[in-house]
């Protein structure tokens, strides 16, 4: 646990050095949101995955309905309705549901793992993970209800449900995917244009990846310096505190920089493989449920760091998924380490 500790915080610290040099204004709340996160690391260490597990349908419905409750009392930005305004802090359902997601399908895939060759208890998970997908992507959200989609098909594809159920789920994704493109908004669809093509439109759809691209390049080995990132401080920069906080640290701090944060994160997924690693054998239910947990927030986690590393380097197309640690927020950070702290 310490080295999963030591990690953290040298990314964050790299996190609040970004903002000082980019927006001072949001400085102090992301150090609360750290602390408010180690606090909670803790906290649910204390309590243990047993609790969360032997609750694990409770917090599944609770959330249902607390993503349900943002359609009526959450408050609109950017165009989406994600966020329930609390007094101090945006409270976002969909992030800190994640956790619980993965904690729900571990105890699914465990419980059912004699039985789990039955059609109907695949027909049931795939239900329970359509729900709040669906959920999530009419906020709108899409790049969270991939992520959601992208946990779900890993612990899927490790569980012992028969491959060729999911044969049939990949074959009806490919043969619907081309509708999928009518579904999509206006603004969903400029962006996978803009990635395929970033100069068609470098003032309107293919902005944001552009200047990433600009921002990354002009930090150069060593960077600019603290402050002095010109395209992230001066708002050349779109989201510099958020979907490309990334792109303004490596401005900053160089190459060396964005390395080191990508070294510390390396050290996270190696932790969290050798828990994998560990479990992967076991027969006991305990044991078989902890590598179902460890194996799903391993999906989060790497899924999170390699879209959002690389949309910022215009290798992926612009998707608002949180760098961990890093980008500015609340919800991403404190259930990030929460998720840290039930690592079994």
């Given at each position: 646990m310490l080295s999963l500790l030591?990690?953290?915080?040298?990314?964050?610290?790299?996190?609040?050095?970004?903002?000082?040099?980019?927006?001072?204004?949001?400085?102090?709340?992301q150090i609360i949101y750290y602390a408010i996160g180690l606090i909670a690391f803790f906290l649910v260490a204390k309590i243990g995955l047993t609790f969360f597990r032997s609750?694990?349908?409770?917090?599944?419905?609770?959330?249902?309905?607390?993503?349900?409750?943002?359609?009526?009392?959450?408050?609109?930005?950017n165009?989406?309705?994600?966020?329930?305004?609390?007094?101090?802090?945006?409270?976002?359902?969909?992030?800190?549901?994640?956790i619980f997601f993965i904690i729900f399908f571990a105890d699914f895939f465990t419980r059912h793992r004699k039985d789990i060759d039955e059609i109907y208890f695949y027909l049931a998970s795939f239900v329970y993970f359509l729900i709040p997908v669906l959920i999530i992507f009419k906020q709108p959200d899409l790049a969270n209800a991939i992520t959601y989609v992208f946990i779900y098909v890993v612990m899927l594809i490790f569980s012992k449900i028969p491959k060729r159920y999911i044969f049939y789920l990949a074959a009806a994704v490919l043969a619907i995917m081309p509708f999928g493109w009518f579904i999509l908004k206006d603004y969903q669809r400029l962006r996978l244009l803009s990635f395929f093509n970033p100069h068609l439109d470098q003032a309107g759809t293919g902005y944001n990846i552009t200047q990433a691209v600009i921002t990354v390049g002009s930090g150069k080995f060593l960077g600019r310096g603290l402050g002095s990132g010109t395209q992230s401080r001066l708002f050349f920069l779109p989201e510099n505190h958020t979907d490309f906080a990334f792109s303004s640290l490596v401005e900053q701090f160089g190459f060396l920089g964005g390395f080191?944060?990508?070294?510390?994160?390396?050290i996270i997924g190696q932790n969290i493989i050798k828990r994998l690693i560990r479990y992967y054998s076991s027969s006991n239910e305990e044991g078989i449920f902890n590598y179902f947990f460890s194996l799903g927030f391993f999906a989060y986690f790497i899924f999170q760091v390699i879209v959002n590393v690389g949309m910022n380097l215009g290798m992926l197309p612009v998707a608002g998924v949180?760098?961990?640690?890093?980008?500015?927020?609340?919800?991403?950070?404190?259930?990030?380490?929460?998720?840290?702290?039930?690592?079994?």
């Amino acid at each position: 646990m310490l080295s999963l500790l030591l990690s953290t915080f040298f990314i964050n610290l790299f996190g609040i050095f970004n903002l000082f040099g980019i927006n001072k204004n949001l400085l102090t709340a992301q150090i609360i949101y750290y602390a408010i996160g180690l606090i909670a690391f803790f906290l649910v260490a204390k309590i243990g995955l047993t609790f969360f597990r032997s609750n694990a349908k409770f917090f599944y419905w609770l959330f249902i309905g607390l993503m349900i409750l943002t359609y009526v009392i959450g408050f609109e930005a950017n165009g989406s309705k994600r966020w329930i305004g609390l007094y101090f802090f945006n409270f976002q359902p969909s992030e800190f549901f994640k956790i619980f997601f993965i904690i729900f399908f571990a105890d699914f895939f465990t419980r059912h793992r004699k039985d789990i060759d039955e059609i109907y208890f695949y027909l049931a998970s795939f239900v329970y993970f359509l729900i709040p997908v669906l959920i999530i992507f009419k906020q709108p959200d899409l790049a969270n209800a991939i992520t959601y989609v992208f946990i779900y098909v890993v612990m899927l594809i490790f569980s012992k449900i028969p491959k060729r159920y999911i044969f049939y789920l990949a074959a009806a994704v490919l043969a619907i995917m081309p509708f999928g493109w009518f579904i999509l908004k206006d603004y969903q669809r400029l962006r996978l244009l803009s990635f395929f093509n970033p100069h068609l439109d470098q003032a309107g759809t293919g902005y944001n990846i552009t200047q990433a691209v600009i921002t990354v390049g002009s930090g150069k080995f060593l960077g600019r310096g603290l402050g002095s990132g010109t395209q992230s401080r001066l708002f050349f920069l779109p989201e510099n505190h958020t979907d490309f906080a990334f792109s303004s640290l490596v401005e900053q701090f160089g190459f060396l920089g964005g390395f080191i944060v990508l070294f510390f994160y390396f050290i996270i997924g190696q932790n969290i493989i050798k828990r994998l690693i560990r479990y992967y054998s076991s027969s006991n239910e305990e044991g078989i449920f902890n590598y179902f947990f460890s194996l799903g927030f391993f999906a989060y986690f790497i899924f999170q760091v390699i879209v959002n590393v690389g949309m910022n380097l215009g290798m992926l197309p612009v998707a608002g998924v949180a760098l961990p640690l890093i980008s500015y927020g609340g919800s991403s950070l404190v259930s990030f380490m929460m998720g840290l702290g039930l690592l079994p």
